[in-house]
Structures are given as C-alpha cells and as structure tokens.
C-alpha cells in the first residue's frame, strides 16, 4: 500500500497498548481494524469495568494493573498516554460496569 514504516509504527504501538490494556483490564475483548487508502481506524471494544476517571487514566504512570500484570513487565501507566501520542485521533467511550470502546486513528 505504500505506507511509510513510520505510519505502520505509530499504528502498530497504539494498537499493542489498547490490546494489552483490554486484555489486562477487562479480560480481553475485539479489536476492528478498518485499513482506507490514507488513514487506519483501529477499535477495541471490552466488557471490562469501565474507566471511572479518564483524565486520571491519562496521566503518564497511573495505573490500575494487577499485581500478576505488573510482575510480568505491564501496568507502567503508559498505555492511554502512548495511544494518545501516537495517534491522530484517539476517543475513548467508557461506561461503569459496561465496557470500553477505543478509537484509534493513524493518518499515512
């Protein structure tokens, strides 16, 4: 497709960081990647418990990883905050008790 490995980079980091973060936070989930001609849209969607405070979730090094999580190198608090630096557009919908859904956007 002519994507510069730059962009594949950028998109391959959020998408390792939203994965983990279902995976360790909720137990899993999906993840839908739409590929278009200038951009990719990435979505991770879970069942996990929410995010009861996003801005503080933000914050670089807060975390909320398990011990069992952290004792295999995860839970450093870098997960949203590298989403964020290395998309174009991130949002983030989070309900208590319902689940989470992530939307990545890399622009090439």
């Known amino acids: 497709m002519g994507v510069s490995p ?6 391959a980091i959020a998408m390792y960081e939203a994965e983990i ?14 590929i278009y001609p200038d951009h990719i849209v990435i979505k991770i969607i879970d ?3 929410g995010i009861p405070d996003v801005n ?9 990883a398990p011990n069992i999580a952290r004792e295999m190198g995860f839970g450093a ?6 989403i ?14 319902k689940g989470t859904t992530l939307t990545i956007t890399v622009r090439f």
């Not at 730059?6 to 998109?11: S, T």
């Not at 608090?77 to 590298?82: C, E, Q, R, S, Y």
């Open 21 to 34: 973060n279902a995976v360790i936070h909720a137990g899993g989930g999906q993840a839908i990647s739409e």
């Open 47 to 49: 069942q996990g418990p």
């Open 6 to 11: 730059v962009a594949v980079k950028r998109a």
């Open 84 to 97: 964020k630096k290395h998309s174009d557009d991130m949002s983030l919908e989070t309900t208590i008790g």
């Open 56 to 64: 503080l979730a933000m914050t670089e090094g807060w975390s909320t």
């Open 77 to 82: 608090g870098m997960g949203l905050p590298n």
